[in-house]
């Protein structure tokens, strides 16, 4: 069993075609992935308001002023600033800039010590101008809101004004609501194309053991013919030609890994031993699903190998590698039709480094981690069962 075992491997890494689906192309792959995805992350970070100020008399030495040029500083807990302020010397060139597009707002400061806000009309209600517009607002509503607190307690209660501490303490909000984070990594929509890439790869992984067990096969390869005519159960030969091929399978898997890993940068929230781990259990089904497609009678080697292929290439596009409308055809699925999800291969690979990325509690993982054991399990004894029946009139 050792001696197939070990000329089973030789005879894998030695066929280099296998290294052009199993290596080669996930690398490939992540590469373009590389530069097509490198600003998408970028897109969905929040950029500072592009905001003009009327540097009149009335601005300088306003408090609005003060509280403008805070926010137009870096956040002490390293996020960036909210405004992004550029000065007009007066009301007309801040409007010119305004109708211009340069800026997305105009703050001023009128004879009263009034806040002022000019925006520019716009029809779309979701667009970012829109978005930014409702900021400068926020900004403005939140800075009268306070003036106004000031006159009342001055109106009020006029020794308060000569205590900083009470006066700090009317303008911080309440706890009441407490920031926390729901995912263990802060999510990047470019990591879904990833994850799902490594779930193609590993299936195309399968394509390593479908070549062993046909050439494991007498009507397939004169070096199944040999082999059949020896004293080895067909049940060894086929063990030892699955871990033959799991091995190669998870080598190269492991090499993909570490090129997406180290050089495409994906984060995969510090759980890397697991997603090797992970990687060992796919590379395992990918392994599976080959040598069923590879036991099954009557068949020759090129009809497998496009079976396989055919296969690889559909059950990647219901986990969505093929780009934003498959995430969305991937999703969908998942919602209305979430146990087609659990029985496909390349979506329950994803979706365990999914668990990993988003969750703290390995709960989720170990359910994806079980399901791709019990899989290959079922392909495992139905190649068993493919191949022990197998009858041949003449070697």
Not at 114 to 128: F, G, N
Not at 221 to 237: E, Q
Request: proline residues 5%; charged residues 15%.
């Amino acid at each position: 069993m050792t001696d197939v075992f070990v000329m089973t491997l030789k005879t894998l890494v030695r066929d280099r075609g296998l290294f052009v689906w199993g290596l080669a192309f996930p690398i490939l792959l992540s590469t373009m992935f590389l530069f097509m995805f490198a600003n998408l992350d970028d897109l969905q970070s929040f950029d500072a308001v592009p905001t003009g100020v009327v540097a009149d008399e009335a601005w300088e030495g306003s408090a609005l002023a003060a509280v403008v040029d805070e926010l137009a500083e870096p956040g002490a807990a390293g996020e960036g600033p909210l405004l992004a302020v550029t000065s007009y010397p007066d009301a007309e060139a801040a409007r010119s800039a305004l109708f211009g597009g340069e800026v997305d707002g105009v703050l001023s400061v009128g004879a009263g010590g009034e806040p002022r806000l000019a925006v520019a009309p716009t029809d779309d209600s979701l667009s970012a101008v829109k978005v930014n517009q409702t900021i400068l607002q926020s900004v403005v509503s939140t800075y009268a809101r306070d003036q106004a607190l000031v006159r009342d307690v001055a109106r009020t209660d006029p020794a308060a004004l000569a205590d900083p501490a009470r006066l700090a303490d009317a303008f911080t909000p309440t706890g009441a609501i407490e920031a926390v984070s729901l995912t263990r990594s802060a999510p990047k929509e470019s990591v879904r194309f990833y994850y799902a890439l490594f779930g193609m790869a590993a299936l195309f992984g399968g394509t390593i053991g479908m070549t062993a067990i046909s050439r494991a096969q007498p009507n397939l390869s004169p070096l199944g013919a040999r082999r059949a005519l020896g004293a080895m159960p067909r049940v060894r030969m086929l063990v030892a030609t699955l871990a033959a091929s799991w091995t190669v399978a998870f080598a190269c898997l492991l090499a993909a890994f570490a090129y997406v890993r180290l050089v495409a940068g994906v984060d995969f929230a510090g759980r890397e031993g697991l997603c090797v781990v992970g990687l060992a259990l796919a590379a395992l089904l990918a392994t599976a699903l080959g040598t069923f497609v590879g036991a099954l009678p009557k068949i020759d080697f090129s009809a497998k190998s496009g079976i396989m292929t055919a296969l690889v290439c559909l059950l990647s596009l219901f986990a969505g590698l093929y780009g934003e409308p498959c995430m969305e055809l991937a999703d969908l699925i998942a919602r209305e039709a979430p146990l087609l999800a659990a029985v496909n291969p390349a979506t329950v690979v994803t979706d365990l480094f999914y668990s990993l990325y988003y969750y703290d509690a390995l709960g989720p993982y170990l359910v994806k981690a079980t399901t791709l054991l019990a899989m290959a399990a079922v392909l495992i004894v139905a190649s068993l069962a493919f191949v022990r029946r197998q009858r041949y009139a003449s070697i």
